[in-house]
């Protein structure tokens, strides 16, 4: 245990108490407390004692685990612990989720059981004869537990690290159902959050699209049309991430990480070297399939093909009957933590054939990748934001938190897919421009939205590489000890999204600044 | 079709090349990626075992370039090596090619002591490097930890004639026979069974100490390592002209004396 631990617990304690006011109404606000991460603990309970100062509420904690998830995943995970933090944090009730209850078994339990069951199995797809039943009334009866929950109390939020899986998504359904505003704090960077609001929806059916549609809206007027002001701080970020600098994607390997080639010439004659290297034609375009964690929230945004699986698998198959372009698969570097079945391996022993190589990404440095890619597909990866913003084309099978700010070609449907991937590699094969002026730009607004005005930086909340424990809690005492709140950027911001059901936290008002 | 202009930022750095270049830093910009290799401080940097790529920005136009590598193979390389291949005894092989063609090819042997170093030399026709583009070196092989103490690129200059000892043959580039050591005051070449000799337009004729008659070698081209008549006289061994490097095998250790390329 960290020495810094209980001086943390007892400054949390004082400094909370002193800065909420008291809830005179029997308001709630819920908190979600079911990852063993104490960072994500504390983005959970920080924003929901923000909202609390803007609309007193008392503090109700959601936290618990079951064998599934520990074996899994949480095998730290620290109950006792927990509920001290949430304690010091000023909850007035902490309830254990996974405590047995009826389980109210419907479709949408169904669908969270399936894609719980393929996360924590670590597998792309159910195989036939998997028992879903254990998973099932899990998943029925946490359902249960949160339809109570919402319906018997006066609740004006729920704040959740997660949006997906049984025990973080259907509370999140839980909420939208009963028309209660819905807060998901992203688990990177400094401070960052998306917000539903009930009277913000849409219609989406899931809610990672309603936000997509809402980001998009957003981006279009409050950054897109303001690129003027805002070119010389898009451009620094636009260079640190080119050097590996403010933690982009994740697709990167070898001894450097920054990006040194800058003519044609030298992307032509890189290309060329990569592609001898990996025995494929150094005169022939080259796609890029970049494979996800297979198992990760599955069905949880819009996307083409029936799971992330099908969709390597299908393209796959098309590479093998398009000969007249390079086709390079990579593997997810993290996929031993989503696939226990070796599905990219099999799929390769199938699949490879002179002009289709499957590859770990690890295998490729960042100017080896971006040298030889001319097209990179996706269904929601990281790469549809960051490869644009340095003029690699890329399609999504799929929608994303960031696909309807106009960087990517986006499908979301196969038949879109097939025929944007048709006419791509048509055009790529006639040395056609493949990305305008205007992607690569709003790829890099992208960039400088996601790490600068989307990210808000509070002592309160130390920025998520601030680690290991004894540095975060000895980080969070002395704030709590010396630093005072008013217009602390973790109250602005939560008040002004808070208020203007915006959906997402902001460094600073955008539309002040637009002005 | 790629445009480099997206690529690049407001914040870049002007591009920088260097002609002439005697690169002794691996953090000097001119060195502009590498993969595989690590960059060092006092030296370019050293290599991975397998395979090393260095991309270099020269800007000497549309002119010939001849390239000088300096290998160093010190405790350091020995130790790394060491981690990954224990067999010690097998001396390293390595491939240097230039804008994806083999130009010249080394063998060095580990050895406690002391520090031995190969020199690799060889020339680059005009328009090769394109005024743009890149110089692409790459280094294959047997190469974990070797150190590359220095990279040299400028206009060429002509090769040696006459009879060379062998430190001198292999400092220009012609031969390579198991390392030279370094920072002795007489640098004698390591003695090894294992030669490589470099491409050259005339053949090589290798001289061995008296009371050698007519010495039995093994030649093989690299990298297909197919087989390559050489003529043999009394203490001599005529190595035929040609474009890529080749790998003779000596009966027993070496007693080389000179080598000397023949005119035409």
């Known amino acids: 245990m960290s020495r810094y631990y209980q001086p943390f617990l007892r400054a949390a304690d004082t400094f909370w108490r002193m800065n909420l006011p008291i809830s005179r109404e029997d308001n709630w606000i819920v908190a979600e407390a079911m990852h063993e991460d104490v960072r994500v603990l504390i983005r959970t309970l920080t924003v929901a004692n923000a909202i609390r100062r803007e609309t007193p509420a008392r503090l109700l904690v959601l936290t618990g685990t079951d064998d599934a998830w520990r074996d899994a995943m949480f095998k730290n995970f620290d109950q006792a612990r927990i509920r001290e933090i949430a304690t010091a944090y000023g909850a007035d009730e902490i309830i254990d989720v996974h405590e047995e209850t009826a389980p109210a078994i419907s479709e949408l339990t169904d669908r969270y059981a399936r894609a719980t069951a393929c996360r924590l199995d670590l597998l792309p797809r159910l195989p036939d004869g998997y028992d879903l039943g254990p998973r099932r009334a899990k998943a029925g009866a946490l359902a249960a537990h949160y339809a109570a929950l919402f319906r018997d109390r006066r609740i004006i939020g729920l704040v959740t690290s997660h949006v997906d899986y049984d025990q973080w998504g259907l509370a999140a359904e839980a909420a939208v159902e009963h028309e209660i505003p819905l807060i998901h704090v992203q688990l990177t960077g400094s401070l960052k959050a998306y917000a539903l609001f009930p009277e913000t929806r849409q219609g989406e059916p899931t809610i990672r699209a309603e936000l997509t549609r809402q980001i998009g809206a957003l981006f279009e007027q409050d950054v897109w049309s303001h690129r003027e002001r805002l070119r010389p701080g898009v451009e620094l970020v636009a260079w640190r991430a080119r050097e590996n600098l403010g933690r982009p994607a994740w697709w990167r390997a070898g001894s450097e990480t920054s990006f040194g080639l800058r003519t044609d010439t030298d992307l032509r004659q890189f290309a060329g070297y990569t592609a001898r290297r990996l025995g494929l034609d150094p005169n022939r375009p080259t796609v890029t399939v970049f494979n996800h964690a297979v198992s990760d929230a599955l069905g949880t945004n819009r996307e083409a093909f029936p799971d992330l699986a099908a969709w390597l698998e299908e393209t796959a198959h098309h590479a093998r009957h398009t000969p007249e372009v390079n086709w390079l698969f990579l593997e997810h570097p993290k996929q031993r933590h989503y696939d226990s079945t070796g599905h990219f391996a099999a799929l390769a022993a199938r699949a490879e054939q002179p002009g289709v190589v499957f590859r770990r990404s690890e295998e490729l440095s960042k100017n080896a990748l971006w040298s030889l ?91 998520w590489e601030i680690w290991p424990e004894d540095l975060l809690f000895h980080t969070l005492e002395t704030t709590m000890r010396y630093v005072e709140t008013d217009h602390d950027p973790l109250f602005t911001s939560v008040r002004r999204m808070w208020h203007r059901r915006e959906p997402c936290l902001t460094r600073f008002d955008l539309r002040e600044a637009g002005r | 079709m790629r445009h480099a202009r997206h690529l690049t930022t407001a914040h870049d750095e002007p591009v920088r090349a260097g002609f002439p270049l005697a690169l002794h830093r691996g953090t000097d910009p001119v060195l502009v990626v590498t993969e595989g290799f690590h960059r060092g401080q006092a030296v370019p940097g050293r290599c991975a075992d397998g395979r090393n790529l260095l991309a270099l920005r020269i800007g000497a136009g549309d002119r010939a370039l001849q390239v000088r590598l300096r290998l160093s193979l010190d405790r350091t390389a020995t130790d790394w090596r060491m981690r990954t291949t224990p067999l010690l005894n097998s001396p390293r092989v390595l491939l240097v090619r230039a804008q994806h063609r083999l130009r010249a090819a080394a063998v060095l042997c580990d050895l406690p002591e002391p520090v031995t170093g190969a020199w690799i030399r060889f020339d680059l026709d005009a328009g090769e490097v394109p005024p743009d583009g890149l110089l692409l070196l790459e280094l294959t092989g047997e190469a974990a930890g070797l150190a590359l103490a220095e990279i040299v690129v400028e206009t060429p200059r002509p090769a040696p004639t006459g009879s060379l000892t062998i430190p001198k043959a292999a400092r220009a580039g012609l031969l390579s026979c198991g390392g030279l050591a370094v920072g002795a005051p007489v640098a004698e070449h390591v003695k090894h069974p294992l030669l490589v000799v470099n491409p050259r337009p005339v053949p090589l004729r290798l001289t061995f100490d008296s009371g050698w008659s007519r010495p039995s070698v093994q030649a093989v081209t690299l990298p297909e390592r197919e087989p390559l008549p050489c003529k043999t006289g009394r203490g001599t061994v005529k190595i035929p002209a040609s474009a890529t490097p080749i790998l003779v095998t000596l009966p027993e250790e070496s007693p080389l004396r000179t080598a000397e390329p023949l005119t035409p």
């Not at chain 1, 990281?382 to 084309?393: H, K, M, Q, R």
């Not at chain 1, 990517?408 to 590699?425: F, Q």
């Open chain 1, 373 to 463: 890619t001319d097209l990179g597909l996706t269904v929601r990866g990281s790469v549809s934001n960051e490869l644009p913003a340095f003029g690699i084309p890329v399609i999504q099978a799929g929608w994303s938190e960031w696909s309807g700010c106009g960087m990517s070609t986006v499908a979301a449907y196969e038949s879109d897919y097939w025929k944007e991937l048709g006419s791509s590699v048509e055009r790529l094969c006639l040395g056609a421009d493949m990305i305008t002026a205007q992607q690569v730009e709003r790829a890099r607004l992208w960039l400088w939205f996601y790490r600068s005005a989307a990210d808000v930086p509070t002592p309160f909340v130390p920025q």
